[in-house]
């Protein structure tokens, strides 16, 4: 069991602001925890927040093992476009966040 798992049960949402090094295409990111989900690798809405036009997007129902290899990964853009763009549905919040 991951660290973020042993957690889930009481934590419901993570949040990850990035350095800007860190990632040439997402500025921030976060998961939040369906209430629903009962599964033992819950489901939950993933948060991105795309350096190009400070857009949000909400993927939905990626499960928390995704997230967690998601913050894991060596290159956030490359795990975004193999795990995450084009598999999970998602809706764009057409406000632009803050730097």
Not at 12 to 30: H, N, Q, V
Not at 60 to 77: A, K, M, Q, R, T
Request: glycine residues 6%.
């Amino acid at each position: 069991m991951s660290g973020l798992q042993k957690f889930i049960g009481k934590v419901y949402s993570f949040d990850f602001d990035l350095e800007p090094e860190a990632s040439s295409l997402i500025l921030r990111f976060g998961w939040v925890r369906n209430p629903k989900s009962t599964t033992d690798n819950p489901l939950g809405v993933l948060k991105i927040v795309f350096k190009t036009n400070h857009i949000c997007y909400y993927y939905n129902d990626v499960p928390l093992n995704i997230f967690e290899d998601f913050v894991n990964s060596d290159s956030y853009g490359k795990f975004f476009h193999k795990n995450i763009f084009e598999k999970y549905n998602f809706i764009k919040s057409g406000v632009k966040e803050q730097k």
